[in-house]
């Protein structure tokens, strides 16, 4: 079996962001980029369609009226254009489904991990590191990680978040059970978003893909948690159905909505500087729990070494 690998995203985000993700993984040896543009950013397509290993769709109303409907929920279209790309003849063989706030970051060659993998694994979790902002700019970005084994999880997460750990899930805003790489020609595969099923069951031959973290870069800034918190609250990943994080811990939904009534934006602020902030205090705790990862993304050297004719961002 070969190892080539690449990834299928759906985007709606400014340009300069779409193509500094497309230009790590590219650095990182991608064969293949399906990028489905969830607005229409005319801009983006161009710049991404000059680029021989980037399949860029734009999902304007001829795309989506060509497949039936346009499906209200993003988390649905998300679904639906990962199945297309997996319809198409495989250009790769291996295919990840990951958000443009996400970074694959292997500690080896991918490929040198995927050829690791046993035979009959057909799908690898990736599991997440979360992004810390940064008080002062610096070449390094900080990221949190997690215990995989729940009860020590729990235990750390008290410690390390004394305000609102009981709320949380190793401390995560965001998912903890990351997203997957799985093998593509798979007659059947159903990929979906943290899972795929196959013939009724659930991510077969499933494995952990140690030696990668997914960087999420989920709060980057107070701006950033800002600008998305009404859309994620209402829509997305602290929308009220989603189950708390923790037994007798109150869901995300739950929690921002206490401190939006008791305390409002000062409320939210307190709980981003303790759970989302690289305070010296947070990196020293999450230190010595060894919690802590710290990397250069290096993000806008990548973007222009790959996108040298982009005028935009």
């Known amino acids: ?22 230009a790590h993984h590219l650095e990182l040896g991608a064969q293949r980029l399906y990028i489905y543009l969830d607005d ?11 680029h021989p290993k980037i399949r860029p769709v ?18 649905v279209r998300q679904v639906d254009n990962a ?9 790769v063989d291996w295919l990840a489904h990951i958000d ?14 995927l050829a690791a993998l046993p035979d009959d694994c057909l799908v690898a979790r990736m599991r997440p590191s979360e992004a810390l902002a940064s008080p002062a700019p610096g070449l390094l970005t900080h990221f949190k990680r997690f215990t995989l084994e729940r009860a020590t999880r729990d235990r750390q997460t008290l410690r390390v978040y004394p305000t609102f750990g009981e709320h949380l899930n190793g401390g995560f805003l965001s998912h903890v059970q990351g997203k997957l790489i799985y093998r593509t020609g798979i007659p059947g595969l159903d990929a979906r978003i943290h899972n795929v099923i196959l013939n009724g069951e659930q991510n077969p031959g499933q494995q952990e893909l140690t030696g990668v973290e997914l960087l999420h870069l989920h709060a980057k800034s107070w701006e950033d948690f800002a600008r ?28 921002f909505s206490t401190l939006l009534d008791e305390s409002g934006e000062a409320g939210l602020r307190v709980f981003y500087e303790e759970v989302c902030t690289a305070t010296p205090a947070l990196l020293d705790r999450l230190h010595q729990e060894g919690l802590l990862s710290s990397y250069p993304l290096d993000l806008a050297r990548k973007r222009k070494d790959h996108f040298p004719d982009s005028q935009k961002g």
């Open 228 to 255: 998305a918190f009404r859309f994620r609250l209402n829509r997305g990943s602290y929308r009220s159905e989603l189950r708390a994080a923790s037994p007798g811990g109150a869901s995300m939904h739950q929690l």
């Open 100 to 113: 443009v706030d996400e970074l694959i970051w292997p500690a080896a060659p991918l490929p040198d991990l």
């Open 40 to 50: 229409d950013n005319r801009t983006a397509f161009d710049s991404l369609s000059a």
């Open 1 to 22: 079996m070969g190892n080539s690998w690449g990834i299928v995203s759906t985007i709606k985000a400014p340009t300069a962001e779409i193509e500094a993700f497309c």
């Open 83 to 91: 199945a297309h790309a997996y319809a198409l003849p495989p250009d």
């Open 58 to 75: 734009l999902c304007d109303d001829a795309y989506w009226q060509a497949r039936g409907r346009r499906p209200g929920k993003h988390q």
